[in-house]
């Protein structure tokens, strides 16, 4: 009875030792996951103005995340897609003391850094005072959101920050007129098969950002069109240009994307694509812009050749083997 | 009595499993006219107003707003994208332990970044070192590699296999997606860090996504002549959207 006793003692005591060891929370090596909304503001201001606009900054990681905030001039850089190329000299802006009228705020208060417990989401206000002599142009910068990073020195060791970004593009107005064009719209002359990518390239000449809308139309050798590829208005910076896509890539979980995305991946820059497979013949291809809601309207054509060789291929192979085993039987016949 | 022991002891552990379920947790925001639970990711709204401006806004479900007045129009994200992903980044580590190094024996680390930018046209993640990996107490560095043939530098890859060639350097493989430099597309290519606050692509894509994944490898190799110390420096990761 005394060893039983022991035995469902020292069982016990396993199950007690064993539930801690379940219990226990796994252990990662610390992670940092952080993230912003919305990812751009979009400013068009006449002065005076005191624009506050709501964003959202997350902390997704399992810890609390310390950040400084940072704002920095932006340009667009050199590959015409969109992505940015951070200025270090604040003087670039128009208004050399202009990044002295932007501030976060938390909960009213101007705030330089920022604590956020984990998964929890901050809400901030971006505050830009412009006064009424403010100088007019485009003030394009990024407000960053720097993690500080630990401070560790018991190895041979490299630490990480993570550093995300909202791009504010703020137009000062009265605007210029808006100037710009056609840079680009090329696709290669000879084509095998579709889908069919365009380059279509546009520059703006303006002092303010816009985002044009346009198309491209398709028509055949006979005139009758074929169809149509909708551009997305992406932004253009101030005398920059910047290729355009098409409006299915803005959703990647579409079945038109589907059809499009191995043209899309295949390019090192933007294209719009039109997705259609077979051609046969001359086509013409136009592309329609207009640079603003109210123009001015840019029109160029261009030809392409379309013959459709992998088809016309299989068609002659599978021509020959039944060509070949009708005579085979014919002469067995014989 | 030493039964109703054993047995409390053995009620003890499945009360404290018990208790160690983890909570579930609801949100609930309600007004006179609606009572909203929330169970997906809309998580935020609004319309800030002001004398000169307003501005509206909602997080989570539409991706864009559009709101003009008599000085002003303000449009918070892109109007063509409708999208409920924030422009989010992860690190899967921020303290990258090289441990002791040996002479001629390369060390090698990895972490893994992942940027999920469906509200986005598009990204970039950028790259520099505050630093070469420096003791601080000596002064003495780790300088970056220059890879077997002596080429790779901050912006051009290049083969490092050798135990005998010294620095420290990095690499990016694609896991998700194909958004690291295509640099790296041989697997021994290496590059040097480049000093802040100057900056290069490691990770970009211009066109929408989520979760893509780059894993980022360190390597680190030293001469039997390196002095000894504690060799450190601080790695700068920037995610930004394109506008």
Known sequence: MKNKLINI???????ILGSFLLGTTKANAQNVSIGIFPPIMQMDTTPPANVNA??????????????????????????????????????????????NRIKVLDEGEPIKTLTIGPKQTQKLVL???LPPNEQKGDYYFT????????????????????????????????????????????????????????????????????????????????????????LMPVNILSNSTRYIPDIIQANI???????????????????????????LGIYTATLNISLEENGPTFTKSITFFAFPITYLLTIFIVLGIIVFIVLRVRKKIN | MNMAKALFLIILPLVYLTLYLGSSYAQTMSN??????????????????????????????????????????????????????????????????????????????????????????????????????????????????????????????????????YGFGYRCDNVTGTDCNTDFSTSTFYKQFIASPSAVSVMSSS??????????TYKVNVSGTQPAGLYTNIINYIATPTF
């Open chain 2, 207 to 216: 066109n929408v996504g989520k979760n893509r994944r780059g894993q980022i």
């Open chain 1, 127 to 129: 505050e830009v005072s």
């Open chain 1, 9 to 15: 003692k020292i069982f016990t005591l396993i199950l």
């Open chain 1, 143 to 230: 407000v960053f959101f720097v993690s500080k990073p630990l401070s560790s020195l018991k190895s041979n060791s490299t630490l990480a920050s993570a550093t995300i970004g909202m791009n504010v593009l703020l137009t000062v107005g009265p605007k210029g007129k808006t100037e710009g064009g056609i840079a680009r719209f090329e696709t290669p002359f000879f084509v095998n098969s579709g889908p069919i990518p365009f380059k279509v390239e546009i520059a703006n000449r303006s002092d303010h950002f816009f985002a044009p809308s346009g198309e491209i139309i398709i028509k055949n050798m006979l005139n009758k069109e074929k169809g149509r590829v909708k």
């Open chain 2, 32 to 165: 006179s006219t609606y009572i909203l639970q929330m169970g997906n990711l809309n998580s935020f709204a609004g319309k800030p107003t002001g004398s000169g401006y307003k501005l509206g806004f909602t997080g989570g479900q539409t991706g864009a707003n559009l709101f003009t007045g008599a000085n002003y129009k303000v449009r918070a994200g892109f109007q063509y994208i409708k999208s409920i992903i924030p422009f989010s980044f992860s690190l899967s580590s921020v303290f990258i332990d090289f441990g002791v190094i040996s002479p001629t024996s390369p060390v090698t680390r990895t972490n893994t970044l992942t940027v999920s930018f469906g509200s986005a046209h598009g990204y970039q993640v950028t790259v520099s070192q505050n630093r070469n990996l420096r003791a601080n107490a000596s002064g003495n560095e780790i300088p970056p590699t220059t890879c077997d043939a002596g080429t790779c530098t901050t912006t051009t890859a290049a083969a490092w296999t050798s135990s005998l060639v």
């Open chain 1, 253 to 279: 979980e579409s079945e038109g994307y589907k059809k499009i995305a191995e043209a899309v991946e295949d390019q090192s820059f933007p294209v719009a694509v039109f997705p259609q497979k077979f051609f």
């Open chain 1, 54 to 99: 709501d964003f959202y900054v997350q902390n997704q990681s399992d810890a609390s995340v310390d950040f400084n905030i940072v704002f920095k001039p932006f340009k667009p850089a050199n590959n015409k897609n969109g992505e940015i190329e951070i200025i270090d000299n604040i003087a670039s802006f128009p208004d050399p003391l202009f990044i």
